[in-house]
């Protein structure tokens, strides 16, 4: 397996575990749930931590791509900015869930105010994660590309 499709691999966690903790954490906000909250707070912890291979092998991606008939650098650029931003983004809201379960260890309850920040932060960082992936997309599936071309109607010659 190379560092390339270790990151395709990889990058469907940030994508998929962020969405995963938002819905976990607003279930358990409808259910009143601090088992259920704390559990989300510890799913953005673990997803913050398993998205930094994702942008280790981000760059050695990038090389193993470049120069591949359809590959832009230009859309390879835009996936890059956007990646920076949802990494920084989710070790922001890593850090911010390992301060509160660390604050509320010992049996305290989430305070309604966090859990209404995190839902806010978690659903931000989502869309994020999606914008990224997007992107990141784009490189290689050009018919996703916004100016793709359409092909034109295919002949049904037959004999």
């Given at each position: 397996?190379?560092?390339?499709?270790?990151h395709?691999?990889?990058?469907?966690?940030?994508?998929?575990?962020?969405?995963?903790g938002?819905?976990?954490?607003?279930?358990?906000?409808?259910?009143?749930?601090?088992?259920?909250?704390?559990?989300?707070?510890?799913?953005?912890?673990?997803?913050?931590?398993?998205?930094i291979?994702v942008?280790?092998?981000?760059e050695?991606?990038?090389?193993g791509?470049?120069?591949?008939p359809?590959?832009?650098e230009?859309i390879?650029e835009?996936?890059?900015?956007?990646a920076g931003?949802?990494?920084?983004?989710?070790?922001v809201l890593?850090?911010?869930?390992?301060?509160?379960l660390?604050?509320?260890r010992?049996?305290?309850?989430?305070p309604a105010?966090?859990a209404?920040?995190m839902?806010?932060?978690?659903f931000?960082?989502?869309g994020?994660?999606a914008?990224?992936?997007?992107?990141?997309g784009q490189?290689?599936?050009t018919?996703?590309?916004?100016?793709a071309?359409?092909?034109?109607?295919?002949?049904k010659?037959?004999?």
């Open positions: 397996m190379t560092l390339t499709h270790l395709l691999v990889l990058n469907h966690i940030p994508v998929l575990g962020t969405a995963f938002l819905g976990l954490l607003a279930y358990g906000i409808l259910r009143k749930s601090t088992e259920l909250k704390k559990t989300a707070l510890g799913v953005f912890v673990l997803v913050a931590l398993m998205t291979p942008d280790l092998t981000g050695p991606a990038e090389k791509v470049k120069g591949l359809g590959v832009s230009s390879i835009q996936h890059e900015e956007a931003v949802a990494f920084a983004s989710i070790g890593g850090l911010i869930a390992l301060i509160g660390l604050a509320l010992h049996g305290k309850a989430v105010w966090f209404a920040l839902v806010i932060a978690s931000t960082v989502s994020l994660m914008w990224t992936a997007n992107m990141g490189i290689r599936h018919e996703i590309r916004p100016d071309i359409k092909p034109t109607a295919v002949s010659d037959r004999d």
